[in-house]
């Protein structure tokens, strides 16, 4: 990384890179306390902040809100993964869940599980301790679970003892951004936890920070400490809606609209690093809020109605048969197996098989075959509403 590529205010936190006398690295400047300029987005701001009111509202008042908040996230899951060049899909990671195993799915659906595993951990961290549990013990072991499968690789749940660049080549020169030398990642991790992630208005402070300035800064900040070898991005990427949960609010994933727009995504975020410009960013993460929040509340109003579809045409099955039980269960299990639907639904294997059947019969399901698994069952028109992409009119 060149040192002309940096804003002269920002220079001042240049380093020689850790084995690399010759090329500059860049501490993680302070964590801001506001967004610089932060009166020129009051309005992006206040748009966003009434999104996830109706955000909010709808999930309060939503029948079995358990479910679809459960497929929202194994979404959310998919696309962030995506982000980082996962191939894996929404129909693979559900069938790898119904199978618990990976045989004839992509080698990187683990990976994709992997993130659903660390969202269960820190939704789980917070139901119990709130904005308390939003600690560096926390984002640690969020990257423990994360990268799991990868531990032979490298430590994980441990800031990264080596020099990481980002950029087209292996060769540092070549580098786009160059993060601090391990020495530096503590103290600037210490910081970014006590100035943000347990924010507190300070005496002398003029004005509050919006929650989601908190979730600005935060993201743009655990970005540039590039805490770890490898899944900052993805571990940046939990924080946002786990913030979101521990201050009271449904979570909200983001991951989708970021995906869409993931050029600008990561040059808005180049901009917070290499100039201390915010513009992009805020403008980014406003919109990517206002859109993640009505495309969650259009999904969900369609996926209640086709369970209210279904449950009308199963009237005739008694209201506590298995079978009636399902329509529910299927949208927060699109893909299930004979074996998983007996758990879930806390019946024998034959009367889990009998009310997929029916199912079957009624063209809810569809059978379908993945690897040695030759009858999983496919709820289509679940899977088909979560893969649509919103409406841009």
Known sequence: MRRNQIAP??????????SYPNAAALVAPPTPRLIPDGARYQSLFSEAATAL????????????????TRTLARREAVTSSQIEG???????????EATRGA??????VRVTERYVAALDYGMGRIRTKGRAALDLAMVNELHRQLMADDESRFPIGDYRQDQVWIGPTARIEDATFVPA?????????????????QYEQRDGEYGELSLLGQIAITHAQFETIHPYHDGNGRVGRLLMPLMLVASGLPPLYLSGALL??????????????????????????????????DESISISHDLIAL???????????????AVRKLPRLLIGHPILSVRSAKELLHVSQPAANAALNHLVDHGMVQVVGVGKYNRLFRASAVVERLDRPPSTG
């Not at 917070?272 to 993640?292: F, K, M, N, P």
């Not at 369970?307 to 048969?321: K, P, T, V």
């Open 9 to 18: 205010d920002r220079q001042q936190f240049l380093v020689s890179a850790a």
């Open 53 to 68: 009111g109706r955000l909010q509202g709808v999930v309060q008042h939503l029948p079995n809100s358990d479910m679809v």
């Open 86 to 96: 996962t191939r894996s899909s929404l129909s693979d990671l559900l069938a790898y």
């Open 103 to 108: 045989d004839g799915l992509p080698a990187d």
């Open 181 to 197: 030398p391990p020495q530096h990642i503590q103290g600037c991790m210490e910081e970014l936890a006590s100035s943000m992630l």
């Open 260 to 293: 869409r727009a993931k050029p600008a995504y990561y040059a808005a975020l180049a901009a917070v690093q290499l100039r201390g410009e915010w513009d992009q960013w805020i403008r980014l993460l406003t919109r990517a809020v206002v859109e993640s929040c």
């Open 307 to 321: 369970a209210a579809r279904w449950e009308e045409q199963l009237s005739g099955f008694r209201s506590d048969s």
